[in-house]
């Protein structure tokens, strides 16, 4: 499964303004109903074909919970929830984890997973980013600004180099932004 060559994507999606959930985590906003007619719409083979890329998601409890409440899209693929709480689960795809994250990455994911998908919590994605994890960013920002709520960027303490590598346009009003991480 795993190649010479492993890759992290922090993967958030965003109001305009920066936030990730409404002040009381309300993520209902999530749903466009704009329509911007020159973007681009995936069909269903596209998308099934591209999360099939996707080996492994790593999350925060409170993205793990969200996705629960949501309907879990993440199916039977393998995902490593970081918690200091004591979470319980019935899918075998899911563990649990609160110890080092540099270890968790470093040592247990790339040398087992090519394409580390991490997908949620404003505090892992600091971590992520100060710890020199990732090596894109991902950021699908919604049509929308929510002047409050949980920042997805909330003061990540470091200056980092970004490159950007793609954007794209959906019907639905959502701009995807792709950045490679810079190295030192």
């Not at 929830?81 to 110890?99: D, M």
């Not at 994890?133 to 303490?157: C, H, K, R, W, Y």
């Amino acid at each position: 499964m795993k190649t010479a060559h492993s890759k992290v994507t922090i993967h958030m999606v965003s109001s305009l303004d920066g936030y990730i959930a409404k002040k009381n985590n309300d993520v209902s906003w999530l749903q466009s109903s704009d329509h911007f007619e020159k973007g681009i719409t995936l069909s269903d083979q596209q998308i099934e074909a591209f999360i099939k890329k996707i080996d492994c998601y790593v999350m925060g409890s409170k993205t793990y919970e969200m996705a629960l409440e949501l309907g879990w899209p993440y199916g039977n693929t393998p995902v490593i929830v970081i918690t200091n709480r004591n979470l319980q689960t019935e899918k075998e795809n899911i563990r649990f984890y609160s110890g080092n994250l540099e270890d968790l990455v470093n040592k247990k994911l790339k040398p087992k997973f090519e394409n580390i998908w991490m997908v949620g919590g404003a505090m892992l994605t600091k971590a992520f980013i100060n710890f020199k994890l990732a090596n894109e960013i991902i950021v699908s920002i919604m049509p929308i600004l929510l002047g409050g709520g949980t920042l997805f960027f909330d003061q990540v303490g470091i200056e980092q180099q970004l490159h950007l590598k793609d954007v794209k346009a959906y019907k639905d009003g959502m701009v995807e932004l792709c950045y490679e991480i810079l190295k030192d």
